[in-house]
């Protein structure tokens, strides 16, 4: 989404930013995770018994693999312009996914709290439930709106002739007739 949000930088600098902003969050999902198991092994909750809990730890090496993917793929100098263009489609497929599963996971969690703390007032429309409704909507909708802007091509970031040599959009490598 960097590129589209900020077609006029530099796309280096947006890659680091973006694989950056990327790692950060890995790093937060997986401090996330072991707090969880920390928090079930001290409480005496088994570990892996919902489908929140699986479709968290699905999500967690999904996005630990795309993002050495990516670092192995665009990042690092040695990957020729022919893989980067194969592997780009394959990027961003697999970044959507990565994204549904998080809403998913995220959806997940929220019904699993909301059944868990407030299951008997739940149906008289109370704050945390409208609360949990509308985090969930709107984490739906913020879903939609990044899988619409990365697939149209009227958010494609635009050519640059000099950045050619970092470009991996694959129809920028297929030779043009005069």
Not at 83 to 91: S, T
Not at 151 to 163: A, L, Q, S
Request: hydrophobic share 50%.
């Amino acid at each position: 989404m960097l590129y589209r949000v900020f077609p006029k930088e530099s796309k280096k600098k947006l890659k680091i930013l973006h694989g950056f902003i990327l790692l950060l969050a890995l790093l937060i999902s997986i401090i996330g995770l072991v707090a969880v198991f920390n928090y079930h092994r001290v409480s005496g909750i088994p570990d892996l018994y919902s489908l929140h809990s699986w479709c968290g730890v699905i999500t967690i090496t999904l996005f630990l693999i795309q993002w050495l993917m990516g670092l192995c793929f665009f990042l690092f100098p040695g990957a020729s312009l022919w893989l980067r263009a194969w592997y780009l489609p394959l990027h961003v497929f697999f970044g959507l996914v990565v994204l549904a599963f998080s809403i998913a996971t995220c959806l997940t969690g929220i019904t699993e709290k909301l059944l868990f703390s407030i299951m008997s007032t739940y149906p008289q429309l109370v704050p945390e439930g409208v609360l949990a409704n509308v985090l969930a909507l709107l984490l739906l909708v913020y879903g939609v709106l990044v899988g619409y802007m990365v697939t149209r091509e009227e958010f494609r970031r635009p050519p640059n002739p000099e950045e050619e040599a970092l470009s991996v959009h694959f129809n920028s490598l297929t030779p043009t007739s005069p």
